[in-house]
């Protein structure tokens, strides 16, 4: 063998090996392109309402006093059991002189079965009340479900505005990053002095805190909404979107405070309460009157043949004792009305103070969405491009870009101020009257 033949052996080695590590390399890159990571699902409000209803625990475990109410309904309404007795009587103890003992021979055997008829319709009315304490458990339902609904829409306005301060922070963080480049190419040609590039450069710091900022506000904000959802998605594997803008039309107020006389759970539960309280009342007088106890009973009592008989039973009313409850239902039922009374008053109340709030908020934000967001931008390319050619300061470029960012964000805190109190508006008709 030749000592080209000794060289091409290890070189004939090598590149077989090398054929394998790229073989291997190319099989673990397929595996890797197929195995695409889980796609982030994105929830818009209705989506992330209908999923609270079905997984949030305070609500399901709410759920289940409707169920036992309609239990207490099929108690209400049970007649009573007949009761049923059995005897035998007149056992021979003593033997009697010259006589065979038979303890059985005179025994008098005998039964009967009694019943309580209940009057004044006792069953029809403890039903009634059962079932308007129902209403009430479902009334009461939907305003626990009326109330954790809002601070669900509270979170979920939350990420809204941490998308968008996020959103805004990314822009401005390559907006700046864009004009950095621009003047540190003028710096290097030496059209502009050191001291003014570092300051523009160090400008950097707002935006960049900014972003970072905004990314753990959202992460944040994210994470209050899955704990609401009883949800263990990961962060990263979770987003909202919807609209993050404001409706400048409203109804007119007494529009808003018929809904909500008409559609307020809490109202409407103090409404049935005072019913069910007009109810248990009817019900205590009924409950004043004797019940007859009817009676049936045969025996047999020998020699004589069996016999039948029959008997009824029932209280004599001298003292009634059910005056206490009487009064006490009575008592009851303006108790209620009251009650009933203060809550459409603090129906009207919630009403017309978030109108005023939703209002004024469209006051403040028309002109930002009409003028101060368009000027603001304006001012910021004018004075740039001042800059840029000399005539302007380093100090009003500075403070055109601060005024820029500034109304941006108090653009942004106007829209969540506004949808907080559309939340709250909503909260206090009841129902979801602005989305």
Known sequence: MTSDDGFRLPLARCRQTTFWVIALALSAATQLAGQQPPAQETYTWEQLRDKFRQTNPTLLADQVNIDESRAQEITAYLRPN??????ADQFTVFKTPNTPYRPL???DENGG???????????????????????????THADLERNLLFTLRNAFNNALQAKAFF??????LEYWDKEIGIYKERYRVGDMAKVDYERIALQRAQYQSDYVTSQVNLRTAKIALLMLLNDRTPVEKFDVTGPYEFHDQLMALEEFRQLALAGRPDLKAALETYNQAQTNYKLAIANGSSDPTFSFDIGRNPPLPSYIGFGVSFDLRIFDKNQGEKLRTK?????????????????????????????????????????YMPQAAEVRDIVNFSFQHGAASLLDFLDAQKAYRDTQLAYVNLIDSYLTAASQLNLAVGREVIQ
């Open 113 to 139: 079965i009694s019943y309580l008829h209940e009057r004044e319709h006792k069953r029809e009315l403890r039903r009634q009340s059962a079932q308007q304490g129902t209403t009430i458990a479902t009334n």
């Open 167 to 172: 959103d805004i922070a990314k822009q401005n």
């Open 331 to 371: 008592l009851d039922i303006d108790k209620t009305n009251k009650a009933r009374i203060a809550a459409e008053a603090q129906v009207f109340s919630d009403v017309d103070t978030a109108y005023a709030t939703i209002q004024s908020t469209i006051e403040l934000l028309r002109p930002y969405k009409d003028q």
């Open 105 to 107: 021979a005179g025994v």
């Open 82 to 87: 007949p009761n049923i007795s059995l005897g």
